[in-house]
């Protein structure tokens, strides 16, 4: 059965360029490895995309409609659709001088941010360097290999892949949440408590659940700190039991006839 606009789907895909067969983005780790794009704290899985929303550029999130699950599909997009045509008027010559103003030791291929936008230096000679405005896609016809990997059908399933598209670095897992009433109510875990960022997320969360969960009222976050474990105590020693005073008088008798000297026999 075909998606439609609306769907929950977790995509892999990896992504090209036509022209050169050079591979740019990828959700799969592997393909990260081999093309030498894998980036430390990078997150390679399936990526959650909601049909239509234009999460995904727009040519192919109208193929996703097309698309059944578990069946890897090819789009393509022209640069027009992509990331627009190249304009030769943002490609501009800067002294590199003024780069070493600004504290830019400029390198052939490096993306630097000069005048407030980004740039890449595509040459550099006679103490000037060009400096190339253009987004690093303009002009490239793009290639996606993509394959729908899972349909999301509970509202649990959507909830927690909302909340993991936000908070990425923490396993899904660890989240605990329920609907009550008209109220979200989510467990933060720890790993949470101290991300750089963390209130900017649950914004983000809330938004997503009031735009696709529209009957909710409320959504609470709750952080819960644990106090440390106590040490164990140590058994009280019990003080040695007293002896009767009989035993004790008995005792005496005793010590005292052991000390007595033996009778000698005449």
Known sequence: MALQKGDFILINYTAKVKETNEVFDTTVEETAKQERLQKEGEIYEPKLVVVGEGWVLKTLDDSLATMEPNTPTTVEITPEKAFGARDPEKVKQVHIKKLAEKGINPQLGM???YGGKNAIIRS???GRALLDFNPPLAGKTLVYDVTVSKKLETPEEKTGAIIHRRIPVV???KFKFGFTDKTLTIDMPEDTFYLEGIQ???RGIVNDI???FPDLDETKF???FKAPPKPAKLAEAKPEEAKPEAAVVEDKAV?????E???TKS
């Open 200 to 202: 900017i997320a649950k």
């Open 171 to 173: 396993e899904e897992g």
């Open 261 to 263: 000297p033996a009778e």
């Open 210 to 212: 009031q735009k696709f």
């Open 124 to 126: 550099m000679g006679a």
């Open 222 to 224: 709750v952080d819960t």
């Open 255 to 259: 010590a005292e006839k052991s000390a």
């Open 111 to 113: 993306r630097i941010e």
